[in-house]
């Protein structure tokens, strides 16, 4: 995307954006080869069509005999009939009753038996296995029978109730989220979020502003301070408030209130203007200039640099580069659900391929920028039960509502990727792995994760569908500095919003000093005992022992040096739609 376009490279852009407007931006080529690559090779291998053949009588004479012995039982003891097979989807005890007990139990036998036709079929490319087998899924769940309003005995024993008015109120439920889809507006709730009034509320200012960030400081609430200020980098694909949402579960808050000088980046929102930002502008006007500008106003001091997602693995990028100075600059790093190594990144590979890149950097060519909407229908589309069809049942057919909360209207405030940057993060990151084999450049030289010498507090978490918690401890056998892992419990959001008193909190925690043996995630998350609470008050004490006693806190800005201070926070590129 680098170079100017050949006017036949342009003929083919122009056609390839709107295959890609027509199609999702989802590659049909794609999915048509995957597709014929498992068909192809399940043709030949009679074995795996005899082993399918054999679970699907078996499944059958099991639904049968279940049935049978539902009939014989006195009707007061059938519900309490164990079915062969047991689901989440299917809890409610309705669901063991005549003819519901025997629609749920097919459609999870399908379910299995889909399952296995798509995994370990001979010969088959494993990129091509793993989109055939979510594609089977996405399609099998369009015919849930919780999904209808006929075959839902939950559904129509609330209609028998109320008369119908769930449905009423799931026609205007509908009706509203259909507005707010062509309007381009949040979500019904979500109004009640105001950034800066009861979100993004930590007092602080803005302190300088390029053509890629903001850089914020927050105004420190303890007469003394950490002589070490924290800088965080929060991923550009999400706005930084997700780590200073309500008072009580802010994390800067909660850093700040523990006597920390705290500065975070808050990322522009880019469009049209900025499609050629890339991912050393990034570096250089994001990372790098909020480490300048912090050596402004706290001269002397190194910094524990914390970063978010995409933004952790910018973190990692420029630590590796800070690594060859003779003064490093910083005194620690801690990354949050961040991967350094894409060799195994999870569910997101699905969507990422020669074909699918391709197709994107075409719609890219036009716009100048991925959509936000298209970066949440993939995320939507790896948890589709949660966020699609259980919604649709809850709204639409049983008329209720989700309490909206800070963490959803967050997630609802969504963001844009420049083209370049987007390009380059696909292809040299999750295509290529450049990182962790040592062919990532900066400037014009190749850095190595190897290089780094400082201590590393990295967090993963159990359900993260974006960045696995064990491609996150790949980490490990990428550099010998000293590691400490933690394995939180939730997802990839939810996890990292894990404040102190925060109900049914977990997590696992331990260090591997610096050139200690490597173990694998497995024995890892096996041997390593888990506790009670909030991973928060860990990484504070890991913090704490790894900084200066307190001080007198510096000054909001140094205009002296060039960093007047420019507004308050959260500063207005955290408003930009």
């Known amino acids: 995307m680098g ?18 407007k027509l199609h999702a931006v989802l590659s049909p080529q794609s999915v048509v080869l995957a597709w014929l690559d498992w068909a192809s090779h399940l043709a030949v291998s009679p074995g795996k069509q005899l082993e399918l053949l054999r679970m699907a009588v078996e499944q059958s004479e099991e639904l049968s005999g279940y049935l049978q012995r539902y009939w014989r039982e006195e009707k007061e ?103 707010r889809q062509i309007n381009q ?84 929102n880019p469009g049209d203007a900025e499609r050629d930002l890339s991912m050393d502008d990034y570096l250089q006007q994001g990372l790098f200039a909020a480490l300048d500008a912090i050596d ?23 630590a590796a580069a800070l690594a060859r100075d003779a003064n490093p600059r910083l005194a620690s790093m801690s990354l949050f659900t961040a991967q350094t190594d894409f060799s195994e990144p999870g569910e997101l590979a699905l969507f990422i391929d020669e074909s699918q890149v391709s197709l994107l950097e075409a719609q890219m060519q036009r716009t100048g920028y991925l959509r936000s909407d298209q970066m949440a229908g993939a995320f939507q589309m790896l948890r589709s039960y949660d966020m699609i069809w259980s919604r649709m049942v809850k709204e639409y057919l049983l008329g209720e509502r989700y309490e909206m909360n800070d963490l959803m209207a967050w997630n609802a405030d969504a963001t ?55 491609s996150v401890y790949k980490l490990h056998y990428l550099t010998a500095t000293e590691i400490t892992f933690v394995l939180a419990s939730g997802g990839h959001n939810a996890g990292i919003v894990s404040e102190p008193g925060h109900p049914r909190r977990k997590y696992q925690i331990q260090t591997r000093e610096a050139g ?49 201070v420019l507004g308050d926070a959260p500063g207005v590129y955290i408003l930009e739609k």
């Open 3 to 20: 170079r100017p376009y050949s006017a036949t490279e342009q003929l083919d852009a122009q056609a390839h954006a709107l295959w890609a």
């Open 77 to 179: 003891q059938r519900t309490a009939l164990e079915p062969p097979l047991v689901s989440k989807l299917f809890k409610e005890e309705a669901w063991r009753q005549w003819p519901f007990n025997a629609l749920q139990q097919s459609y999870l036998m399908a379910q299995n038996w889909w399952q296995e036709a798509t995994t370990h079929t001979w010969g088959v490319e494993p990129h091509h296995q793993n989109v055939v087998a979510f594609g089977a899924s996405q399609w099998l769940q369009i015919f849930s029978p919780g999904n209808y309003a006929w075959t839902n005995p939950v559904v129509l024993q609330r209609t028998s109730e109320e008369g119908g008015v769930n449905l009423g109120r799931g026609l205007v439920n509908w009706i509203d989220a259909a507005t």
């Open 185 to 268: 507006l949040p979500p019904a709730g979500s109004e009640k979020f105001v950034v800066g009034e009861n979100v993004a509320t930590t007092p602080g200012k803005v302190v300088l502003r390029n053509r890629v960030m903001e850089l914020i400081q927050y105004t420190p609430t303890t007469g003394k301070v950490r002589p070490e200020p924290v800088l965080i980098t929060p991923a550009w694909i999400m706005k930084y408030y997700i780590l200073d949402l309500s008072p009580h579960n802010s994390l800067i808050g909660y850093l700040v209130s523990q006597g920390y000088t705290v500065f975070c980046i808050s990322w522009k």
């Open 296 to 318: 402004a106003i706290v001269p002397g001091q190194k910094v524990h640099a914390t970063g978010y997602c995409l933004g952790g693995t910018l973190l990692a990028i420029g």
């Open 416 to 470: 844009r990727m420049p083209a370049t940057m987007h390009s380059q993060y696909l292809r040299r990151l999750f295509l290529n792995n450049d990182l962790s084999s040592g062919r990532y450049l900066v400037g014009d030289r190749p850095i190595a994760l190897s290089d780094l010498k400082l201590p590393v507090f990295n967090v993963g978490t159990v359900a993260d569908h974006v960045a696995p918690w064990r």
């Open 516 to 564: 200690g043996l490597y173990r694998s995630p497995q024995e890892w998350q096996t041997t390593v005992p888990e506790q009670e609470g909030s991973w928060w008050t860990q990484w504070l004490a890991w913090l704490d022992a790894r900084s200066g006693e307190p001080t007198d806190p510096p000054t909001l800005g140094a205009a002296e040096t060039g960093y007047p």
